[in-house]
Nanobody, 126 residues
Framework: QLQLVESGGGLVQPGGSLRLSCAAS????????FGWFRQAPGKEREGVAC????????SYTDSVKGRFTISRDNDKKTVYLQMNSLKPEDTAVYYC???????????????????WGQGTQVTVSS
C-alpha cells in the first residue's frame, strides 16, 4: 500500500525556517519522483518543488527559488522540504506527492502525481 505522511509544519515568524518531511512507504524510491505542493485558502493548489528519481535533479516554482530546497534520502524513504526566509504568503497547507518514473527530470503538474499525503499546515505570521 502506497502511503505518504507529511510532518514538520507549524507556526513560524516571517524570516524563519521550517523543514517538512514526507515519509514514504510502499514505494520503490529509486523509481519515484516526488513533489511538494501547497494550497492556500481560496487558491488553487500549486507546485512548489519536485525532485527526479534519477540523479535527484530538482525544479522550483519561481516564488521559492533560493529559499526552499527539496531533497531525498532513499535509505530513509523520506523526502524533505527545507524552507528558509519564510514569508506570510508561504502560508498554506503543504502536500507531498509522488509518481512513478525513471528519469532525470521532474514536473509539477498535479494530475501526474498518483499518490498524495494528507497535508501539513504551515503558517507564517508575527
Amino acid at each position: 500500500q502506497l502511503q505518504l505522511v507529511e510532518s514538520g509544519g507549524g507556526l513560524v515568524q516571517p524570516g524563519g525556517s521550517l523543514r517538512l518531511s514526507c515519509a514514504a512507504s510502499g514505494f520503490t524510491l529509486d523509481y519515484s519522483a516526488f513533489g511538494w505542493f501547497r494550497q492556500a485558502p481560496g487558491k488553487e493548489r500549486e507546485g512548489v518543488a519536485c525532485i527526479s528519481s534519477r540523479e535527484g535533479r530538482t525544479s522550483y516554482t519561481d516564488s521559492v527559488k533560493g529559499r526552499f530546497t527539496i531533497s531525498r534520502d532513499n535509505d530513509k524513504k523520506t523526502v524533505y522540504l527545507q524552507m528558509n526566509s519564510l514569508k506570510p504568503e508561504d502560508t498554506a497547507v503543504y502536500y507531498c506527492a509522488a509518481y512513478s518514473n525513471f528519469q532525470t527530470v521532474c514536473v509539477m503538474t498535479p494530475t501526474i502525481f498518483g499518490s498524495w499525503g494528507q497535508g501539513t499546515q504551515v503558517t507564517v505570521s508575527s
